[in-house]
């Protein structure tokens, strides 16, 4: 057996320095080394080989040797393929111990000092983030290695460092014995992907620090006292303060919380060296089983969030950082859970700022194991304590000093062990003031939440119904937006705020991690799982955000900001009557404006503002609405109440809405069929039937024409492209109904024709709708009946057999030339919804392209229905076309460029050719969402199960712009 080698060393590393506290705000000389670098791409480890770490090596005359950004990721700057795993380890299981095949990138960077660089002190060169195992050198002398990709590390330098032609050699290994607690459901992407900096520390520099700042809110007062081995002195001039460290201080404050994150800028120093601070007073307790912050109750509105760009990887730029966070407040998300490590320190700076709760999660994941039935689980094997002692060191130290942070993580899905139990011994012992979190283990030994994950709404019910227990509940994961979904997170919700222990969840994911790539022939796309190449991968996993990669929301993101919206808007719309519930955890209402709108038929009639008194945290107004403007206009009425903001904040201007409700005011009229003595009967012409405004074919029934619009292949779907929730979870088949609707044939139906029948009142068209190889069928029934300028359709399906599956859809669809590309409608919008997925769906008058109606999903599937449709048009240029209008129900009407069988078959957007046709879905029921891609299914009530329907519309033929 070989020697061990450095890489395969369980330890976390040599030569480094003790962690410290982040301090970007320092005044002492820093140099950024960012920027390109000389760089060679080894299959193997390479260890003998070390010439490039000399003086006189030249790269520019050696084989292999290009360049590289730093920070960045060499797989994704052309030097090797980005490689996907959910949980698998991509290389043998066989800890400490890696493949020899062992993708190694040789870093080389040339720097001078600039010219005024103090002489005095000490130098450190430090590390914030390399992938997963790095050795330094630095003039020839190696400097020591390190294990734990997302965490800082530091060398001391001083002595070695020249005016000028400093050489700065690292080598990277993309696996080592530290991959082996990095199996963290992302891309495997190697190198040195955050900062590496220079920092001079002079004589007397802060060493470390810990600024305290606690709140009391039962006086009001702030605690502050500042910790580090060197005398300093903390400045706090709004505050008048000026405080020599160990010193305890009282005085009052403005607490800061996620809603009201009030910092106060501050100064520590000790004449060499003065770093500035922002200070947010807050104290974080457990109490009766509830997590409160300030004495208050939390309610986590929250989301995981990778770091992801989909051109720089886990190298994330600040405007992407700011990006992402204003995205989360305009979406009323108050809560990130930093899965599954640290993230880089200036986002935490941001959410500081910006407001928002964070959970900091420890750089660890060993759910490879589970494939092994854990078998040498690093937790669980005292060898590897020490390198996850030092991960849970790092990241406390680093990040201490940021009030956003509430709570510590051991880790995610690692199981159980030893090991995590001293990490938590070392983070009590060190931080006392905030509780710990990890999820795996069902004992909870070392949890001060008791978490979950993608539990069923019913289970969350019966832990609520249960009565307070010792600790808090939260879903550290639930709702997976993957694709299409994630649906039911309004009855989450609900639960959430039934009871008080139950204290929210997060989201899994913000970001789908989809990589640009373009097709031979010029077309954009983003990959997943499988695209490059990789052997071992799990698809489309990885695209699982509230976001694409874009950063474009998707819609599961706009629901979830409805469902959380943190004021409730209630009312009776008849009698003018208005609740407004504050749902904040802290804040009063008084950044908010309430504004008010009447529409009649979706177009809004008048408008104006409401007087919003005082409501505190918790409490609730009620208010009455105006007399409505115009009465002179008959048709359907409502209210929209909107809660905006006030003014302008650092994440939205002033007018952004918060939360909002729909108020019937007058019902909608019913629709009937035409009227009997204004009806025409059916007229025979050789092989066509003419009704009204529309022909058939006189021997299948089929609707050919509608005016002057053709109008091809109007009959019963059941079939939509299965989402990935209705594919169900990878690794538990059949867990979603889209096994079982292939499986019966519901991607195949065919259809028979009974009978044509004509009579004096219309035409009726008798079928038979069934899957090949299967005694189960929907007899389908249209009756058509007219008059001069309208087509009345009446449907009535009745089941054959016993069906034991729902229905993904259920409705008629029809084709459309494709110059017919323009909608128009009066319904839910402006985005999709389905029948849990509809809380966001607005009710007004729509408008938009057939392209524009559909949603992008990384993976192409059902997409783009819109909800609660009374009329629908689809014209072309000139503004003719067909108008359909619901009959006694609200109908979902889809539009697309393709069939449902063809989004079916597309792996990829690219793979989406439109024809010359418009595709029409008309549907009376739409099957539910769910979450089962990563969690449950659909709620019963949102199931489209098999039973007798009827259904109608009435069509139209339009000329010109009409209504």
């Given amino acids: ?169 690292v080598r ?24 590496v900096t220079l920092q001079h520390r002079p004589e007397g520099a802060l060493d470390d620090f810990w600024v305290h700042a606690g709140y009391d809110h039962t006086d009001g007062s702030g605690l502050l006292r500042v910790d ?109 859970r930093t899965s599954h490590y640290p993230p880089h320190p200036a986002f935490l700076d941001l959410c500081d700022e910006l ?122 994961e639930y709702a997976h937006a993957m694709g299409n979904g994630p ?59 509230l976001v694409f990669p874009d950063r474009t929301p998707s819609p599961g993101l706009v629901e979830y900001k409805k469902v959380v919206e943190p004021v409730r808007i209630t009312g009776d719309g008849t009698a003018r009557t208005v609740r407004v519930r504050n749902l904040h955890d802290f804040a009063d209402l008084s950044a908010l404006a309430l504004e008010w709108s009447y529409e009649v038929e979706g177009e809004p009639l008048g408008g104006g503002r409401l007087p919003l008194p005082h409501v505190p945290a918790g409490g609730h107004a009620d208010l009455e609405l105006p007399a409505p403007p115009r009465t ?10 909107r809660a905006v903001l006030a003014g302008d904040t650092a994440w939205a201007p002033e007018g952004h809405c918060v939360a909002w409700a729909q108020l019937p005011a007058v019902p909608a009229a019913p629709t009937t069929a035409p009227a009997s003595g204004a009806q025409v009967a059916p007229r025979r012409d050789g092989s066509s039937l003419t009704l009204g405004p529309a022909s058939f074919d006189a021997v299948t029934g089929a609707l050919t024409r509608l005016g002057a619009v053709p109008v091809e292949g109007l009959r019963l779907d059941v079939w939509r492209a299965p989402t990935d929730n209705d594919e169900g979870a990878p690794w538990k088949p059949g867990s979603g109904p889209g096994t079982a609707w292939r499986r019966l044939g519901l991607h195949r139906m065919r259809h028979r024709v009974d009978a044509v029948e004509c009579d004096d009142a219309g035409l009726t ?15 389908a029934v249209y009756r058509w009946t007219a008059t001069d300028e309208l087509l009345r359709l009446d449907v009535s399906v009745d089941p054959e057999g016993t069906w034991e599956v729902p229905l993904p859809r259920l409705g008629v669809r029809l084709a459309l030339p494709g110059a017919y590309d323009r909608v128009r409608w009066f319904g839910g919008g402006p985005g999709e919804a389905y029948p849990d997925t509809r809380a966001a769906s607005l009710v007004g008058r729509w408008e938009e392209s057939v392209d524009g109606l559909q949603t992008p999903y990384v993976r192409p599937q059902e997409n783009g229905a819109r909800a609660d449709v009374r009329w629908a048009r689809l ?57 089962a891609s990563c969690g449950p299914g659909v709620l019963q009530r949102h199931k489209l199960m098999v039973s007798t329907a009827r259904f109608g519309f009435t069509f139209s033929a339009v000329a010109g712009d009409e209504g």
């Fill in 487 to 545: 649906g039911g997170l309004t009855e989450y919700q609900r639960l959430f705020e039934k009871y008080e222990h139950c204290q929210g969840g997060f989201v899994w994911e913000w970001t789908d991690h989809g990589l640009p790539r373009r097709t031979a022939d010029g077309r954009d796309f983003f990959a997943y799982g499988g695209d490059f190449g990789e052997p071992v991968h799990d698809g489309n996993f990885v695209c699982d955000g």
């Fill in 355 to 476: 407001g928002l709760w964070v959970i900091d999660e420890c750089d660890l994941e060993t759910h490879g194991f589970t494939h092994v039935d854990w078998r040498g689980n690093p937790v669980d094997d005292e060898r590897w304590t020490p390198a996850l002692v030092d991960r849970a060191r790092r990241m406390v130290e680093r990040d201490k000093n940021h009030p956003s942070i509430v709570v510590w993580s051991l880790g995610n899905e690692c199981g159980s062990g030893k090991g995590l139990g001293e990490m938590a011994r070392w983070i009590r012992d060190r931080d006392p003031s905030r509780p710990l979190h990890y999820e795996n283990d069902p004992d909870y030994p070392d949890s001060d939440l008791h978490s979950m994950m993608y539990a069923r709404q019913s289970k969350v019910d019966e832990i609520g119904r249960a009565g307070a227990t010792r600790k808090p509940f939260i879903l550290c």
């Fill in 765 to 779: 068209v008798r079928t038979r709708v069934a899957p090949a190889a299967s005694d189960l069928a929907l007899r």
């Fill in 172 to 195: 990277v290994h993309q696996w080592s014995a530290g991959s082996y607690l990095e199996d963290q459901d992302m891309w495997w992407l190697p190198g040195i992907f955050r900062e």
């Fill in 1 to 169: 057996m070989r020697n061990p080698v450095y890489y395969e060393d369980v330890s976390p590393g040599h030569g480094t320095l003790q962690p410290r506290s982040w301090t970007a705000g320092s005044d002492a000389r820093r140099l950024d080394l960012s920027g390109e670098w000389d760089f060679r791409l080894s299959p193997t480890a390479r260890p003998d080989d070390e010439a490039f770490t000399e003086d006189g090596f030249d790269p520019a005359a050696a084989p292999g040797w290009r360049s590289v950004r730093v920070p960045g990721h060499w797989v994704l700057q052309g030097h090797g393929e980005p490689a996907y795993t959910n949980t698998r380890y991509p290389f043998p299981v066989d800890p400490p111990r890696v493949p020899d095949e062992n993708p190694t990138g040789d870093h080389r960077h040339v720097f001078d000092l600039p010219a005024d660089w103090p002489g005095d002190g000490e130098v450190v060169l430090r590390f914030e983030g390399v992938e997963s195992c790095a050795r330094v050198w630095l003039n020839g002398r190696v400097l020591g290695d390190f294990q734990g990709s997302r965490l800082p590390h530091e060398f001391a330098v001083g002595g070695l460092l020249r005016p000028h032609g400093n050489v700065l050699a």
């Fill in 228 to 336: 580090c081995p060197q005398r300093a002195r903390l400045t706090v001039p709004e505050l008048g303060v000026d405080l020599a460290s160990g010193e305890d201080l009282r005085l009052p404050v403005e607490p800061w919380t996620a809603e009201t994150p009030r910092l106060y800028d501050a100064v520590l120093s000790t004449g060499s060296e003065a770093v500035s601070l922002r200070i947010g007073f807050r104290t974080v307790t457990v109490e009766d089983g509830v997590l409160r912050v300030n004495g208050g109750r939390v309610l986590f509105r929250g989301v995981n969030r990778h770091e992801f760009h989909p051109e720089t990887g886990r190298t994330v730029d600040a405007e992407t950082m700011r990006r992402d966070l204003v995205l989360m407040k305009r979406h009323n998300i108050n809560a990130v």
């Fill in 875 to 931: 014209t072309d240029a000139a503004g003719g076309g067909l108008r359909v209008a619901a009959g006694t129900a609200y109908f979902w009407l889809t539009a697309r460029r393709w069939t449902s069988e063809h989004l079916d078959a597309a792996a990829h957007t690219t793979d989406l050719v439109p024809d010359d046709r418009v595709y029409v879905n008309l549907d009376h029921g739409q099957h539910g969402i769910g979450s």
């Fill in 632 to 641: 002179d206009v008959a048709g359907e009425a409502q209210w929209t109440v």
